[in-house]
């Protein structure tokens, strides 16, 4: 194109082009896709609001206040002095037996328990066990024509994972039936309960506890139990914790055989992790969790069993072991003093130790 010819092209046709064929164009896409956006961020709302609601519908009936008076030291009158306390709870037999926290009831003189319709019935402890914080208590109802109690579905903690939906209901401050909502931060923590002892495979959670919210129930978003609510860090926020169901199921059981917990111990604080799939497949392992050892004691029998650190327990005497509520479950009174076979996964090795349980002081 020559200087000529380019001066004689007529910038308004330019442009003049440009503006008729901006005039056809259609922005209905964006404006849509805008608007697409906002009604999906509604229906994520409204999922969540269905399945919190839904959980809660199903779960709060079941939800207790108890109040519980406890002997103190004597007053200076010489006469016996007494404590008012708190905490929450859950129905889960239709019989009216409650799980709640063994620091809530342990010591009680006295129990009362207020359920969601605003009926009030005395309680008796079964019993509890402090190295869990884990406690049973059976309602007593007078009356036989009483209307029948609302029963917790019990779920299963070892199917968690983090950043699923949970749901805190409870009493904090007396307020009955409160919810709050959040996700599992966490999994695997291990808590030093008021016994001292550390309670292993705790779940973290973000949903707001308060005094008050101890022993409630922790609920996935089908309205299933996946823990008992415990303790919370203070001051910080958003860092709370709840003992997994499983261990609760176990411990119910145990303390409503017995009314207390024998344990055997071999002085180990482990934490449930996945085993490597390549490890699964070469030893044909039948699980493929296991719980890996954390710190071992001094003068323990693990210590003397040979245990390490990183070491990961898959099975006690040829029962498979896929975290640490199955290691709890199977270190029993009837493994005190008696030798067993820890099957043990060191780096790729597969190792068999030979350790000898002692009874849980």
Known sequence: MNQEEFRAFPANNVLSNLASESAGWDESPRESGVASGHAGDASLLDAYSTAVTGAVDRVSPSVVNIEVHQTTARTRSGEPGERRGGGSGFIFTPDGLIL????????????????ADGRRMPATRIGDDPASDLAVIRLERPHFDEPGLSVAALGDSQRLRVGQIVIAIGAPYGFQSTVTAGVVSALGRSLRSYSGRLIDDVIQTDAALNPGNSGGPLVDSAGRV???NTATILPAQGICFAIGINTAKFVASRLLRDGRLRRSYIGVSAQT??????????????KEMGAMVQSVEDASPAKRAGLREGDVIVALEGQPVAGVDDLHRLLTDLRVGVSCSLTVIRWTEKL???VVPEEAR
Do not use: C, Q, W
């Not at 709640?100 to 359920?115: F, G, K, L």
């Not at 992790?273 to 039948?286: A, I, Q, S």
């Open 100 to 115: 709640t926290n063994s620091h809530v009831v342990h010591d009680a003189v006295r129990i009362a328990v207020t359920m």
């Open 226 to 228: 996946v823990g008992v």
């Open 273 to 286: 992790v996945p085993v490597h799939r390549r490890v699964v497949r070469f030893y044909d392992l039948p």
């Open 352 to 354: 068999e130790v030979k």
